[in-house]
């Protein structure tokens, strides 16, 4: 089993019926902030490191890399697929040439293409690793660009860690949340991209403020899907196979403990029951901005 087999997320439906056809196809300027679905898998912007795009006509030049991250108290697994020109020895390296994509649709913010060059897989799973490569020949491809007009790149460095005592203010379309880490609920993990302006980020919060009956659940999917739960015992415990985090761009540095970024995702509210578990939704808020603030 490749890591690509692993992730079972919902196709993104297209998002509108007439489409530009190859003849009149532009390559997009950017795909800062898209959807890759690759394989029939859905790849999310926290989870993309983009090493090079170089857009042509229809074209454009890309090293990818695809990353995952599983994980409970009671197994880990972890793993990235890195997309080049390269060939399998050639793969671990930085001074590699780029796979080609050649874009052949689009349907309003969807780009249809196929992608060509070579595809290095690692993952590492209770400490026990493995890798596989071969070779992409016309292996279909998509992008789903941002669907609004929020800053997608920037030019602010974030904080390298978020310990104890740091305060989120997210914002969503219809209020605004304020926790304490350690007091409020736990970040789960988060991740800097490697050039530390954008960030992945795994929330628990607690149960939402005056109803304890509703839990909180953030996800990068705009499509409600049942949050993964592993029962043993009398613990129960959430897993991350269908809830891919949310990614916070980093636009203000306020000050050397204040960093304000735009949040990319959704906040959905649903109730459980511990026993079984089951699971219920109950609503969806879209996120737009969280203010970070250190101890």
């Known amino acids: 089993m490749t890591p ?12 509108c019926e007439a489409g530009v056809r190859a003849a009149d196809i532009e390559a997009p300027n950017s795909i800062n902030g898209a ?41 880990y697994e972890w793993g990235y ?33 196929t ?7 690692y993952y590492n799973y209770k ?9 992409l020949k016309d292996e279909k491809i998509e992008f789903i660009l941002p669907d609004d007009n929020r800053p997608v790149t920037s030019n602010i460095e974030g904080p390298e860690i978020l310990k104890k005592g740091s305060i989120l203010q997210i914002q969503t379309d ?29 929330l ?3 149960p939402e403020p005056g109803n304890p009956d509703i839990f909180l659940h953030f996800s990068t999917s705009d499509t409600w899907d049942e949050p993964s739960f592993c029962a043993y015992g009398n613990i129960v415990e959430k897993a991350v196979f269908h809830t891919p985090s949310p990614y916070n761009v980093f636009t203000e540095k306020l000050s050397d403990k ?28 879209k996120l737009f901005s969280i203010t970070i603030i250190l101890p």
């Open 35 to 75: 959807v890759i679905n690759l394989y029939g898998e859905l790849y999310y912007p926290g989870d993309i490191i983009i090493e090079q795009y170089e857009p042509g006509e229809n074209t454009a030049r890309v090293i990818l890399e695809l990353e995952y991250y599983l994980s409970t108290h009671r197994f």
């Open 174 to 202: 219809k209020r605004t949340l304020t926790c304490e880490i350690g007091k409020h609920g736990e970040v789960d993990y988060y991740f800097p991209n490697r050039n530390g302006k954008e960030a992945k980020i795994d």
């Open 4 to 15: 690509l087999s692993l992730l079972f997320l919902p196709v993104i439906a297209a998002v």
């Open 127 to 135: 400490g026990k690793e493995s890798e596989d490569s071969h070779t």
């Open 81 to 113: 697929s890195r997309i080049t020109g390269a060939t399998t020895q050639e793969a671990h390296g930085r001074q590699v040439k780029p796979a080609l994509i050649t874009f052949t649709r689009r349907k309003g913010r969807v780009y249809s293409g």
């Open 258 to 285: 204040i960093y304000k970024g735009s949040f990319f995702g959704y906040l959905y509210g649903y109730t459980k029951d511990l026993q079984i578990p089951r699971w219920a939704f109950k609503f969806k808020e």
């Open 115 to 121: 992608i060509s060059g070579h595809i290095y897989q």
């Open 204 to 206: 628990s919060l607690n």
